[in-house]
């Protein structure tokens, strides 16, 4: 691996993790409850809870990707979007924190592992590089809309505070 590569990579984790541009994004999840989740401002679009399904459905398709295999695209974007606003239950919300974690920490894993200027397999106009540089912006600007709706609901900062508070 090339110095260079090693450190875009650097920069890709922190992007991907969430630092310095905003609140690490493993902060600002785990202590929101499935009532929370499931809230709905007339302000905005969607639930926290769709937010993050919605997080977590591109992720996993770009790290589907990124891992050699060929995800199917959705009919069209709507199908990224769950139509229910809220989890089943605080069980099923906390397992969608945890696999939407997982995916950062496998992003993260390639970002500091991989050959990032390598095309795709299934996605030759794209390079490793790009689709994870895509997971953190894509990942960070859903989270700026979930930090909205927590300080409409009065429910920022996080435990630990948040920045900014």
Do not use: C
């Not at 089943?88 to 970002?111: C, H, N, P, Y």
């Not at 592992?113 to 895509?134: K, Y």
């Not at 859903?142 to 900062?157: K, N, Q, S």
Request: hydrophobic share 40%.
């Amino acid at each position: 691996m090339t110095d260079a590569n090693q450190l875009f990579g650097q920069a890709l984790v922190k992007s991907l993790v969430g630092e310095r541009g905003h609140i690490p994004i493993a902060r600002a999840l785990p202590d929101i409850d499935a009532e929370l989740a499931g809230r709905v401002h007339e302000a905005m679009p969607y639930s926290i809870y769709q937010l993050l399904r919605h997080m977590h459905y591109w992720q996993q398709f770009m790290l589907e990707h990124l891992e050699g295999r060929k995800p199917q695209l959705p009919a069209n974007v709507m199908g990224s979007w769950p139509e229910e606003t809220s989890p089943q239950d605080e069980m099923s919300w906390q397992t969608d924190i945890k696999m939407f974690l997982e995916g950062v920490d496998r992003a993260v894993t390639i970002a500091e592992t991989a050959q990032l200027d390598e095309p795709l397999p299934h996605f030759p106009v794209e390079t490793r590089a790009g689709l994870l540089r895509n997971i953190a912006s894509h990942n960070s600007y859903h989270l700026g809309e979930i930090v909205l709706l927590r300080r409409f609901y009065g429910a920022w900062p996080p435990p630990g505070g948040g920045f900014p508070a």
